[in-house]
């Protein structure tokens, strides 16, 4: 009776193998065929859903559940409670996601997910189901980088842009223009904090994460340094790049910025920022709410938004990386014609107006920025937002994350001054050079 | 299991005694019939502990295995094993990301073990000697062990936080100027080794506590009419009697140590750097962010097949020590 290591070993080993052969392999076409068509029969759809910032009070998803249930009467949608940062939400839903799971049937997901998620299988191909003129509504970039070899994996939701977060009291007080250039701010930011009014010049985020992979991107497209070249092998080089990174090292060298940035998210800088502790902050546009807010910052009311600076000499100014978060189809979602209904809709005009209402985001939808009701939200980053310079990330690859980490990673250690620019720069070619090859872990 | 209601012991034995039977009681026949249906009985009862132990830890971890060696692809649908290959390993092995996780967890788990078994041991000889205030001083000391590892996690990060941390703020007050705990390398390790002793040394000193409970107190007697003094006593006597214990001590610290994943997710997110990315936290990445399915369990194997080594290791150069320690 007695089971011997290698009986269950082995019975273990076949059990495994049994599994896997057999439940995989529905083909594109049926599971597009039951896309193309809203059911008319009842479906309860499960929405995977991150907090969504509001400006008001209610919760901006379930507005827009209740305007989507008021025209598909028969379809019910549920909340799912995603997590709050890019990569456990990731690691959360691709969990169930590879497991075949029918739930969610509709994600919100980052910007940087199309590729790696449409080249494994986990999000719907959507390109067949939309009108030909679907993304003339929509940025350039957030087309760009919802695309992966020609077909679409995500639905624009919202978008996120960076922008130059400064103390207007502190300006004036010592006769200082909005700086234009990033040497203007050092000098700026180093004068403010002399005559002992801001502990810190510039806050930004500088993390082992995402979040400063997107700070890289924007200094160097800056200096006008590429990351991948025409043909999607790397680039990174040259004075640019340098440029880039030894301006990122000048900030904490000097001070300006504390050397703790390399520890930094989002929420670090933005607390120190609306703490008082701060001069300028490079943050996302949801930051304005926050920094407004009588409740949460002690700067509201002295507090302005300006597109990013940029680099001496001419070169493009208020850079932003291309951020934001798309609704994805689950491809094994029992209820596929719903899910795309949904997606559908929070993209369409109806779903993107209450956001621009309600919500302390940017619309994807760019017509509705240019209406009345934009202007009289009184939100800067919603008017400020047309006249950025959004760039993508290098996400056209299924191994973004390696990409992103060789990039992170690096400019980690010329932050903290355990590395030059023209090191890091030499270590991270070498890095994007292997994830691309599909070798990076 | 068997389809018969008949009561087991009032029916004669049909079955006849094997040759590997063991002798019967008095009583014979009747005796060894139950002998046979209670093991039968106790298959029939512990099939559901078996059944589950199968389902969420033999199988999980054969999977483990074999996905490990799988050529995996993600379908619509589910996914599809392509072919079995040895190259995950061969990534994995060669990889720089690999040999410096390999590096921060052995360093992480040697500095953090042994510094819970001093400072653990030593709590533990305190806590022996205190009376009646044993019990509240041992409830307080807990404290730290009984808190998520989670939450302890999040508790230091906001001490070390660098704008706002109690730390940070203490530090700057002794050396004048702003340290940076968890954005250089050797700080940030520091750091995660100060939590990690701070939580888990009251687990190693009520495990040595038990253990110093257990030594009888003739062989102090003992030592003490042959003259020995405090220290003498401590190491001749003390230390060789809490050996076992403080190998399974060892042991589970061991095991701890190197699966440690929620100190730098939290802390550090596997920085500065990759300096303290640990290999929890790379298979994670690997598996769970980069999706590279069999390379993330092939990393997960390695672990596996490292710590369990390094048990057994232990274990080999514990027994060799204790049994050259009761011959001397």
Known sequence: ?441 | MTSSATPVSRRPAPEQAGPRTAPAPRGGGPARVSRRRRARTGWFFASPALLTITAVTVFPVLFSLLLSFADVRLEYGGFRILSLTGDHYAAVLSSPEWRQALFFTFGFTAVTVLLELVLGTAAALVLERLGAARGWVLAVLLLPWALINVVAAQLWGYLYNGTYGGLTWLFQQILGHQPDILGQPASAMGAMVVVDVWKTTPFVAIVVLAGLMLIPGDVYEAAEIDGAGTWTTFWKVTLPQLRPIMAIAVLFRILQAFGIFDLPFVLTQGGPGTATESLAILGYKTLFQNLAIGRGAAVATTTAVIVISCCLLFLRVFKTQADEGGRA
Not at chain 1, 177 to 183: F, I, K, L
Not at chain 1, 282 to 303: E, I
Request: glycine share 10%; proline share 7%.
């Open chain 1, 1 to 441: 009776m007695a089971l011997s290591r290698r009986t269950l070993l082995a019975s273990g080993l076949a059990a495994g193998a049994g599994l896997t052969s057999g439940c995989a392999g529905k083909p594109l076409d049926t599971l597009l065929t039951q896309a193309a068509q809203v059911p008319r029969t009842p479906a309860t759809l499960t929405w995977w859903v991150s907090e969504i910032p509001s400006r008001n009070g209610p919760v901006v998803a379930d507005l827009i559940i209740r305007a989507f249930e008021r025209r598909h009467p028969h379809i019910h949608v549920r909340k799912s409670n995603a997590l709050s940062t890019t990569d456990s939400n990731r690691a959360a839903v691709t969990t169930q996601l590879a497991g075949a799971s029918p739930t969610p049937d509709v994600y919100l997901g980052d910007t940087t997910w199309p590729a790696q998620f449409g080249a494994n299988s986990l999000a719907l191909p959507l390109q067949k189901l939309l009108p030909e003129d679907f993304w003339t509504g929509y940025p350039a970039a957030l087309r760009r980088v919802s695309e992966y070899r020609g077909a679409v994996y995500a639905l624009p939701f919202f978008t996120d842009s960076a922008f130059l977060y400064y103390r207007k009291d502190l300006l004036a007080k010592h006769g200082r223009p909005v700086p234009r250039t990033w040497e203007e701010l050092l000098r700026t930011a180093r004068t403010i904090q002399r005559a002992g009014d801001a502990p810190y010049g510039f806050l930004w985020q500088g993390s082992v994460s995402e979040s400063l992979t997107c700070n890289v991107a924007e200094f160097l497209a800056d200096a006008e340094a590429p990351v991948l070249d025409g043909e999607g092998r790397v680039a990174l080089n040259g004075p640019g790049a340098e440029r880039a990174f030894a301006m990122m090292r000048e900030f904490t060298e000097t001070g300006v910025t504390p050397s703790t940035v390399a520890t930094y998210v989002e929420a670090d800088s933005q607390d120190a920022f609306t703490g008082g502790r701060g001069v300028f902050l490079r943050n996302w546009s949801y930051a304005w709410g926050n920094a407004a807010d009588r409740a949460v910052s002690k700067v509201a009311g002295r507090v302005g938004v300006a597109p990013r600076p940029g680099f001496d000499g001419g070169g493009p100014r208020g850079v932003s990386c291309a951020g934001g978060w798309s609704n994805f189809v689950n491809p094994n979602s029992s209820h596929l014609g719903a899910a795309v209904a949904f997606a559908r809709f929070c993209a369409g005009e109806e779903a993107q107006m209450i956001l621009l209402k309600n919500a302390g985001v940017i619309p994807a939808l760019e017509d509705v920025l240019t209406r009345p009701e934009a202007r009289a939200v009184g939100d800067p980053t919603l008017t400020g937002v047309r006249e950025l310079h959004l760039v993508a990330r290098p996400v056209q690859t299924p191994y973004y994350p390696q990409v992103s980490k060789a990039l992170y990673t690096r400019a980690n250690a010329v932050i903290g001054g355990r590395a030059t620019p023209v090191q890091a720069l030499r270590a991270a070619r070498a890095d994007i050079r292997t994830a691309l090859e599909g070798k990076a872990l």
